[in-house]
T-cell receptor, first 119, second 111 residues
Framework: GAVVSQHPSWVICKSGTSVKIECRSL??????MFWYRQFPKQSLMLMAT?????????EQGVEKDKFLINHASLTLSTLTVTSAHPEDSSFYIC???????????????FGSGTRLTVV | LAKTTQPISMDSYEGQEVNITCSHN???????ITWYQQFPSQGPRFIIQ???TKVTNEVASLFIPADRKSSTLSLPRVSLSDTAVYYC????????????FGQGTTLQVKP
């Protein structure tokens, strides 16, 4: 259980265009989702936290107008990279927080990631 | 948010037991300790989670001392397919629950 489906797995776009990445929770409702980006040989960097029905909370240094996050339903969060440039090329990963049974804390399940290449 | 410190890299051979230790000196009372595995170009995959003492599942064991300022992930009899990056994270059992990734440990299993 607790599967997150992320699409597309890879995308190539031209500089200046926008790209949307989708993250769906398949068998549970995800009130909270997180978006990360990862550069080669580096760790995951948290970009923002999205809560269903409210505005996303962005980490310091992340441009909210460039990385638009929408979490309109309990099963879908989207990240749109607007006016993409080559420096936005990266691996983007979404994650959903899952409440463990018995109140034993939270689990986090991750999407398979999206490789974005801006040319 | 508790910061974690792990070795950057480790080498091992097939069939050996691998222990990766993580330091989290500022862990709070409500924090859980979770380990993830990540292969190249894939999202992290949950391995194990614990709060205190010892937790064991079908793939790993997690040892947490009484003061909870560190934890050790134990992988029994590793194989080549266990070559990956392993992340130790401390998560809040609270409203935000943001997962902040440290540098992780790159485990290289050799034949």
């Amino acid at each position: 259980g607790a599967v997150v489906s992320q699409h597309p797995s890879w995308v190539i776009c031209k500089s200046g265009t926008s790209v949307k990445i989708e993250c769906r929770s398949l068998d549970f409702q995800a009130t909270t989702m997180f978006w990360y980006r990862q550069f080669p040989k580096q760790s995951l960097m948290l970009m923002a936290t999205s809560n269903e029905g409210s505005k996303a909370t962005y980490e310091q240094g992340v441009e909210k107008d460039k990385f638009l996050i929408n979490h309109a339903s309990l099963t879908l969060s989207t990240l749109t990279v607007t006016s993409a440039h080559p420096e936005d090329s990266s691996f983007y990963i979404c994650s959903a927080r899952v409440t463990r049974q018995g109140g034993r804390g939270y689990g986090y399940t991750f999407g398979s990631g999206t490789r974005l290449t801006v040319v | 948010l508790a910061k974690t410190t792990q070795p950057i890299s480790m080498d091992s051979y097939e069939g050996q037991e691998v222990n990766i230790t993580c330091s989290h000196n500022n862990i709070a009372t409500n924090d859980y300790i979770t380990w993830y595995q990540q292969f190249p170009s894939q999202g992290p995959r949950f391995i194990i989670q614990g709060y205190k003492t010892k937790v064991t599942n079908e793939v790993a064991s997690l040892f947490i001392p009484a003061d909870r300022k560190s934890s050790t992930l134990s992988l029994p009899r590793v194989s080549l397919s266990d070559t990956a990056v392993y992340y130790c994270l401390v998560s809040l059992n609270g409203n935000t629950g943001k997962l902040i990734f440290g540098q992780g440990t790159t485990l290289q299993v050799k034949p």
